[in-house]
């Protein structure tokens, strides 16, 4: 069936540490999301990314849908960026529903 | 701008009463809104999409008959625990779908947590 998987599923940086999270996904997809849960239980958008490349501060995406797969980069870590970081991707032919992926635990350090 | 609210952000409730949560789009309309259920530490699994003015539609395995869901509004939908047990505690956590020619983004309210004594 279809999947959302990625990788770590936990990362521990020290402040001011650069690092990369993975997402592959096993078909073909018309979008993809990166969002941060905040400790409270918030999701926070973070790129809309079905192709291509978008940077937002220390943040950015990259997308290579041939090769299923997405990639989040976070430079310059703060403790702020601690929280969980999921991908959701909407596969061709699914309609509107986003299927989540296993989201990537994230705790900086000072 | 995008902002989706969510009411109650906590609730306790008795083994066999019903809840209802509210999920409000505040600055855009959604004619498709989304409900998700996350236990701790895991992911969110989509339970159903809410469409304006029509039936939802359940993810399989969610019982319809359980999980009411109404979106009488371009703005609100609502989802009713009917007969809750100990099982349904979780976190719960809808979405409004903000749509442009360009793109189709999910917003998503801030969670109700939900716990059944």
């Known amino acids: 069936g279809i999947q959302v998987e990625q990788s770590p599923p936990d990362l521990i940086l020290q402040e001011g540490a650069n690092s990369t999270l993975r997402c592959n996904f096993s078909d073909s997809v018309n979008n993809l999301q990166w969002f941060h849960q905040n400790p409270w239980g918030q999701l926070i958008n973070l790129f809309y990314?079905?192709?291509g490349t978008k940077q937002n501060g220390r943040l950015s995406a990259t997308t290579v849908a041939t090769e299923r797969y997405s990639l989040l980069y976070i430079s310059s870590s703060q403790t702020t960026d601690s929280g969980v970081y999921f991908c959701a991707a909407r596969f061709t032919g699914t309609a509107s529903k986003l299927t989540f992926g296993t989201g990537t635990r994230l705790q900086v350090t000072l | 701008g995008a902002v989706v609210s969510q009411h109650p952000s906590r609730v306790i409730c008795k083994s066999g009463t019903s809840v209802k949560i509210e999920c409000r789009s505040l600055d855009f309309q959604a004619t498709t809104m989304f409900w998700y259920r996350q236990f701790p530490k895991q992911s969110l699994m989509l339970m159903a999409t809410s469409n304006e003015g029509s039936k939802a539609t359940y993810e399989q395995g969610v019982e319809k008959d359980k999980f009411l869901i109404n979106h009488a509004s371009l703005t609100l939908s609502t989802l009713t625990v009917t007969s809750a047990h100990p099982e349904d505690s979780s976190f719960y956590i809808c979405?409004?779908?903000?749509?442009?020619?360009?793109?189709?983004?999910?917003?998503f309210g801030p969670g109700t947590r939900l716990l059944v004594l």
């Open positions: 990314i079905p192709s």
């Open positions: 979405s409004a779908e903000l749509g442009t020619e360009k793109q189709e983004t999910q917003y």
